[in-house]
């Protein structure tokens, strides 16, 4: 759906078919947010990466997923069975899309 053609996205999820990726922030804690690049692959995986070393910095288990939804003109949330990830970014309705679209096929 999305490939970032820039330097950032090189070397990052060589295992699957990269279907939407970007930046996005991620909410840690009331007061902190950390930057991240956030790559859903066909496999599905959602994996998060460092947007300085391109490490891999965590992913989200979609077998867990109970919900993707918009919240706010800004943001979007996963709500799994242990967690609920916030996210913002510019366009939160096409990467909720993307995650259902890849999630629940």
């Not at 070397?11 to 009331?30: L, M, T």
């Not at 992913?59 to 979007?76: A, E, Q, R, Y």
């Amino acid at each position: 759906m999305h490939n970032s053609s820039d330097e950032e996205g090189k070397g990052i999820s060589d295992e699957g078919k990269i279907f939407i990726e970007g930046k996005v922030q991620i909410k840690q804690n009331i007061f902190m947010h950390q930057n991240r690049r956030l790559v859903v692959t066909i496999e599905p995986k959602i994996q998060l990466y460092s947007l300085k070393t391109k490490e891999e910095k965590g992913d989200i288990d979609v077998k867990t997923i109970h919900c993707v939804k918009t919240i706010k003109s800004n943001g979007f949330v996963i709500e799994t069975s242990k967690k609920t990830y916030e996210f913002t970014v510019d366009n939160p309705d096409t990467w909720v899309s993307a995650i259902r679209k890849v999630v629940y096929k």
